[in-house]
Nanobody, 125 residues
Framework: VQLQASGGGLVQAGGSLRLSCVAP????????MGWFRQAPGKERECVAA????????YYADSVKGRFTISRENAKKTVYLQMNSLKPEDTAVYYC???????????????????WGQGTLVTVSS
């Protein structure tokens, strides 16, 4: 399964972007979803995650209050709304999907089965 991420681009500090991730799976509500980012020379980190079904969310401290993850299961799409962007948010952003039987937040890279190709977000100062 290949996820399709889009919405990245160049934005000035303080601006906003909305990333989208289309997951061509049978029933997206059965998947925990996550957004990760990887800056040059750094490890991939989870910035936001959302559980299957009820949609409990997690945010990394660095993005809390600025980013919002959401899902539209009928559209097989997960979003990452990013506001008040900072230069340190510059990275390639990836979405990921993990089939789950339980309602749980998944923030570990190794636990995700499916990934998108990444979309570049560049925030200028």
């Amino acid at each position: 399964v290949q996820l399709q991420a889009s919405g990245g681009g160049l934005v000035q500090a303080g601006g906003s972007l909305r990333l989208s991730c289309v997951a061509p799976v049978r029933n997206l509500s059965n998947y925990a979803m996550g957004w990760f980012r990887q800056a040059p020379g750094k490890e991939r980190e989870c910035v936001a995650a959302i559980t299957r079904s009820v949609g409990i969310t997690y945010y990394a401290d660095s993005v809390k209050g600025r980013f919002t993850i959401s899902r539209e299961n009928a559209k097989k799409t997960v979003y990452l709304q990013m506001n008040s962007l900072k230069p340190e948010d510059t990275a390639v952003y990836y979405c990921a999907a993990d089939p789950e039987r339980r309602v749980r937040l998944v923030t570990n890279v190794a636990e995700y089965d499916y990934w998108g190709q990444g979309t570049l977000v560049t925030v200028s100062s």
